[in-house]
């Protein structure tokens, strides 16, 4: 399996570049910014960030034991 992990400022084209890769099938994304949106519709707080990276984890755990390569795009990887 392969994970691929795009960064860079925003407006890059890292997401469209992952929306090409997940349409060819053989991709699954992960993005903490759609995983805040979902959970707790972008209220950043300390504890809901340990909460997305644990979401975030579990995520591309799951897709890679599905027999899926991931993605993940971010704006800001440390």
Do not use: C
Not at 20 to 27: D, I
């Amino acid at each position: 399996m392969k994970m691929i992990i795009m960064r860079g400022l925003p407006a890059s084209g890292k997401s469209t570049e992952a929306e090409r890769l997940v349409k060819s099938g053989v991709y699954m994304r992960v993005n903490r910014d759609k995983l805040r949106e979902m959970f707790h519709f972008n209220n950043w707080t300390p504890k809901n960030e340990v909460l997305i990276i644990s979401a975030e984890e579990y995520a591309a755990q799951a897709a890679i034991i599905a027999g899926y390569d991931v993605i993940i795009d971010v704006s800001n990887l440390t």
